[in-house]
C-alpha cells in the first residue's frame, strides 16, 4: 500500500527503502530468499559474492551493477515482485577469461603461420 507515493505496509508502519550507490562488495553473501527486501543497488561492484534470490525475493533492484565471479550469470527482472535489472555487466571468473585468451591467441598464432 502506498500513501503519497511512501510505501507502508497495511498498518500504518512505513518502509523505507535502502539505496546503495556505487559500493564495492567482496566475498560477501547477500541472502535475500523469502524476503521483501526493499533495497537498490545502483552502479555497485559485486566481487566472488554469493547472491541469493529465490521466487519470493520481492523489491529488489540492481542497476548498472557490476558482478565479477559471483554465483550469478544473469538477473530477470519482474514487475509482479517489483525486481528490476536493468544495465548490469556480469564477467565471467578471471581462470575463465585467462583460458580463453590463451585459446583465443593460440588460435591466432597457428593461423598466421
Not at 567482496?26 to 535475500?32: K, N
Not at 533495497?39 to 561492484?45: L, T, V
Request: aromatic fraction near 8%.
Amino acid at each position: 500500500m502506498t500513501k503519497d507515493g511512501v510505501r507502508t505496509n497495511g498498518v500504518g508502519q512505513y518502509l523505507e527503502e535502502r539505496i546503495i550507490y556505487m559500493e564495492r562488495f567482496q566475498a560477501r553473501t547477500l541472502d535475500y530468499r523469502g524476503q521483501l527486501a526493499f533495497a537498490r543497488y545502483d552502479e555497485c561492484e559485486f566481487v566472488k559474492c554469493t547472491i541469493l534470490i529465490d521466487d519470493q525475493t520481492e523489491n529488489l533492484a540492481f542497476t548498472h551493477c557490476t558482478f565479477e565471479d559471483c554465483n550469478i550469470t544473469e538477473l530477470q527482472p519482474d514487475a509482479d515482485r517489483a525486481l528490476l535489472a536493468d544495465g548490469n555487466v556480469f564477467k565471467l571468473p578471471i581462470e575463465v577469461r585467462s583460458a580463453d585468451l590463451d585459446k583465443r591467441l593460440t588460435e591466432a598464432l597457428s593461423g598466421k603461420l
